[in-house]
């Protein structure tokens, strides 16, 4: 593919063996909270947990062709068959089915800046789910068969589709005005999954000469860079932002791969190098949350709330929290005291020596 160059620059992965609990797997959530991430298991019906120490454990059994999950505060959504499942991951209790009439069955996942989220349905067809309401409507129709994934792109506010075709499009639709177009002609296709990381590059996932992951400039319009890794039918791919992890399932030989991006340093990134403990709750919330965070010693705080597109909206300064647990209340509204709209939005604490940072959602 003269399309493709390969990227020499350095990434640090790991790799989760077939021999742990995985079995064809399919996609991947994370949570900042316990720093567990979640992986579907399309093979044997389960999501299997893994947390911060590596440990694998069995989390939810006795699925059906589950393909997609997305997790939204503390509810973990799993696209099965013809449903659209939410577990609470605190729990382990499934505590939402939403049956959607789909054409083939339901699989990759993503979220736009006001909570909405978007779930595929293989025969080419996008619904539209409003998460705080259990209802849906069909968003999006004439996708060619088998599209797998999409993700949102909030620089331009628009979803990228991929689709499981020999030198498939990539497709998009703006969310001001769902027009349906491609972005790009590829030369090489069979795509099963897309991510974008806080820089706003692009990663797709191929099965072509047995498993490629692409990247893409957020703009589309060079050619892809190789990334390097040992993929076997790389499936939905996930992109950590805390972390700044590109975690891929490989559904041919049943195993995952952890690749630290190493991204450069961009307007939110953060300088320090210790980090504290810190929750919002409740999360999804309207119209209040509290921040709740723990220092090791007395420090001044600064609590910066960012939005998609890594605009910081607003600020507090917080003097002094003093060491043990300390609380920062918001209300939702921006520097100019306006309300917010819907939306997930991130939020970053820092002290004099130590930083901690999350994802909240603002739900009305």
């Known amino acids: 593919m003269k399309s493709i160059a390969v990227i020499f620059i350095c990434f640090i992965f790991w790799h989760l063996p077939a021999e742990g609990l995985f079995s064809n797997p399919e996609s991947i959530a994370y949570d900042p909270v316990s720093e567990c991430y ?12 893994i947390d911060n120490t590596g440990e694998q454990s069995c989390f939810i059994s006795g699925l059906t062709e589950n393909l997609g999950i997305f997790l939204i505060g503390n509810t973990l959504y799993i696209s099965c068959q013809e449903n659209l499942l939410g577990y609470d991951i605190s729990t382990g209790n499934c505590n939402t089915t939403i049956t959607i009439p789909v054409n083939y069955w339901l699989d990759g996942m993503t979220l736009d800046n006001e909570g909405n ?3 595929i349905d293989c025969a080419g067809r996008i619904f539209k789910i409003y998460p705080e309401y259990l209802i849906y409507e069909l968003y999006l129709e004439g996708l060619p068969p088998y599209t797998q994934d999409l993700v949102y792109d909030p ?12 030198n498939s499009p990539i497709y998009a639709v703006n969310l001001d005005d ?15 999954g897309i991510t974008i990381d806080d820089a706003g590059n692009v990663y797709i996932s191929s099965h072509v ?13 060079q050619p ?40 450069p340093a961009h307007k939110t990134a953060i300088p320090y190098t210790g980090e504290f403990v810190s929750y919002a709750s409740p999360n999804p919330f309207n119209p209040c949350t509290t921040f709740f965070f723990e220092l090791d010693s ?42 917010l709209a819907s939306g997930v939005y991130f939020y970053r604490l820092i002290s004099d020596m130590a930083f901690s940072c999350g994802r909240i959602m603002l739900l009305k």
């Open 209 to 221: 000469e047995g498993g490629l992951v692409l990247k893409y400039e957020n703009d589309l319009t």
């Open 298 to 339: 007395a420090s001044p705080v600064c609590l910066d709330i960012f939005n998609c597109r890594g605009e910081n909206v607003k600020s507090i300064d917080y003097y002094p929290a003093k060491c043990g647990i300390n609380i920062i209340e918001w209300n939702a509204v921006n520097e100019q005291g306006n309300d």
């Open 38 to 49: 979640f992986v579907s298991n399309y093979g044997d019906g389960t999501i299997i947990k």
């Open 155 to 166: 620089i331009n506010n628009r979803l990228l589709i991929v689709a499981w075709q020999n």
């Open 224 to 263: 892809p860079s190789l990334i390097p890794g040992s993929f076997n039918e790389p499936a939905g791919l996930f992109y950590d932002i805390y972390n700044q992890v590109l975690a891929v399932p490989n559904f041919g030989d049943s195993t995952v791969e952890f690749i630290n991006l190493n991204l």
């Open 178 to 192: 769902p027009f349906l177009y491609q972005v790009l002609v590829t030369d090489t296709g069979y795509f099963d």
């Open 117 to 119: 989220l978007y779930v």
